[in-house]
């Protein structure tokens, strides 16, 4: 998978830094040449031997060793792709304002080949506006980032901040390594996240969608070299570089976007979870609490899956998504002809680790002729899967 690939793994001084020991042991397994640097800060959490018994290589600490040549230099020159992981907020800030006072700093700004940070921090440290701007300016160069999660802290707090697992890590090092271009030339229409349905000035009906699967979608269309549109609902998600991003917010907004860019699109993948129901009237004034209860009139919003298959054209693919909890495979087979969809991504959103709110998915790639039920992997990686099938589909229907 990575046979022969040279990495340059970059570590700095967060407690996350113990993941980076797993990073190195799966990028060997999978083929790649690793060598580390670590910040003197990386140091008090794990000492550099461990990282040259796990790579096999020296690590590199001190910008002015007694090595040949100039270190920085030679790292930059033979690598493929430096990761930074964990990459703190002071990494962060460094790297976007080109400050180069150590040596993985140094080497980073001496890098020709993409680089992948994995930030890692406090909340509030990542919700800082200056973090933000730094990751901003980050993006807008073409650095790739994965994470940060959320989860359980250091400091003992729920909260985003937490590094990305060595797993997925090392599935966007491959994603980066190995990225096909079959998508050159493709137009690509993503929906990605929930809608919000107003019933009054401070309330409203949504649902659990955060926009993970769908984002991952337009990433991976991208990084594929696809022109890509991403539609997105209300999500907490940093938008992608490179991407066309429009946002809504409820279902009529949603649709409006969507089927005004329909005919543009060769391939168009739903993975939005708009509202199937709106209130009938959303109240001027916020709706007092009497004490006797509430009726909440509800109507049913536009169908725009279905809307979507009426108006599709030759030489267009159309992937919807069913999200079910029940009858999975039965009901997403339904919704192949109720939608004129070519493709139904199915996935069980009962389960814990798959579906909502998580780093990971389970899907069924559903088409008239089969169904594939792929194991448990990163949204990133079903991504990808769902972008191998829809590729096919449109190279058959231009044959």
């Known amino acids: 998978m990575l046979d022969n690939r040279r990495v340059v793994v970059g570590v700095t001084g967060g407690i996350a830094a113990y993941k980076a020991c797993d990073l190195v042991s799966r990028l060997k397994k999978r083929g790649a040449e690793v060598r580390v640097v670590l910040t003197e800060h990386a140091c008090k959490f794990v000492p550099p031997l461990s990282f040259e018994a796990l790579s096999g290589m020296p690590a590199h600490v001190d910008t002015f060793a007694p090595r040949d040549g100039m270190e920085h230099i030679a790292l930059a020159k033979w690598a493929d792709l430096f990761v930074i992981a964990p990459a703190t907020a002071n990494c962060l800030a460094k790297l976007a304002n080109g400050i180069a006072d150590d040596l993985l700093s140094t080497t980073a700004l001496a890098m020709t080949c ?52 060595p797993e997925a890590i090392a599935e966007a090092v491959e994603a980066i390594l190995n990225a096909k271009r079959d998508y050159a030339g493709v137009r690509v229409l993503v929906t990605a996240g929930p809608t919000v349905e107003r019933i009054d000035p401070v309330r409203y009906i949504t649902n659990r969608s955060t926009g993970k699967m769908g984002y991952a979608i337009a990433e991976a269309a991208r990084d594929r070299g696809a022109e890509v549109a991403l539609v997105s609902g209300p999500v907490n998600l940093s938008r992608p570089a490179g991407v066309d991003v429009i946002g809504v917010e409820s279902s009529a907004e949603l649709c409006d976007a969507v089927l005004s860019r329909g005919a543009w699109a060769d391939v168009v993948i739903q993975a939005a979870a708009p509202a199937d129901f709106r209130p009938a009237i959303i109240a001027d004034h ?6 006797a209860g509430m009726t909440l009139d509800l109507e049913n919003t536009t169908d725009i899956a279905a809307e979507l298959g ?33 493709l139904v991504v199915a996935n069980d959103v009962s389960r814990k680790d798959a579906g909502f709110g998580v780093d990971t998915n389970a899907v069924t790639l559903i088409t008239r002729d089969d169904a594939a039920a792929l194991p448990l992997m990163s949204k990133r990686a079903a991504a990808d899967a769902i972008l191998d099938k829809a590729i096919e589909l449109l190279c058959a229907t231009r044959k």
């Open 114 to 165: 993409p680089v992948l940070i994995a930030p890692a921090m406090n909340a509030n440290m990542f919700r800082h506006p200056a973090t933000q701007a730094n990751l901003d300016i980050l993006r807008a160069r073409g650095v790739h980032i994965v994470g940060p999660e959320s989860g359980r802290l250091a400091c003992g707090d729920d909260d985003v901040g937490r590094m990305s697992e």
């Open 310 to 342: 009426r108006r599709k054209r030759d030489g267009q693919v159309l992937v919807a998504f069913a999200a079910e909890t029940d009858d999975m495979v039965e009901n997403a087979r339904g919704k192949l002809d109720r939608k004129n969809a070519d």
């Open 286 to 291: 916020k709706i007092k609490k009497t004490g």
